[in-house]
């Protein structure tokens, strides 16, 4: 699939001197490769899949940049007031300085009070950058209502410091909340 955008995206460039022709075809591109990879992700549920290519003035073919995010939502348990749900997600992100993909996997429960008033929910996720192998776990809670919107995550490093192109990178534990009303 790579290959077959590489080569759709040389002829874009070599064919076309009109800027407004080069953008629509982008464009065009970017809609139909969104499509197709909704398409390809299995089961019931939300799948958001965004694709755009950067063309930096004066760059070859060869030097396109690409940024991709595909997120993805999966009842596993679906009730009248509760949910278990898994949700997946995958962001690539290319450009001159770096090139990054992450993947995150999640699990979640959802439910609602009594008197449906209040949601709660509870999840884990896992993290990794492909690029420089790091990973990360977390475990959040939330409360949603018409006053209250409370959310609770803890983030644990799964690997240590890292020498990544002659810079240290760490992935870093800590604790995340939001609260408003």
Request: overall charge negative.
């Amino acid at each position: 699939m790579n290959k077959f955008i590489i080569i759709t995206l040389c002829l874009i460039h070599i064919t076309s001197s009109n800027a407004d022709v080069k953008d629509k075809a982008l464009s065009k591109t970017s809609e139909k490769f969104s499509n197709f990879v909704s398409n390809i992700i299995p089961g019931n549920g939300i799948t958001e899949v965004s694709i755009d290519f950067k063309d930096e003035a004066g760059s070859s073919p060869n030097n396109l940049l690409i940024d991709l995010e595909i997120l993805g939502v999966r009842d596993i348990l679906p009730k009248e007031n509760s949910n278990l749900f898994t949700q997946f997600s995958l962001r690539a992100d290319e450009n001159p300085d770096s090139n990054t993909m992450i993947g995150n996997l999640g699990l979640g429960y959802r439910f609602l009070n009594s008197d449906k008033s209040m949601m709660f929910g509870v999840n884990s996720f896992y993290d990794q950058d492909f690029h420089d192998d790091h990973r990360r776990a977390s475990l959040g809670l939330e409360a949603k209502a018409s006053i209250l919107d409370f959310t609770f995550n803890q983030y644990q490093k799964l690997t240590n410091q890292k020498i990544i192109d002659g810079v240290k990178k760490q992935v870093l534990s800590g604790t995340e909340y939001n609260i408003a009303s």
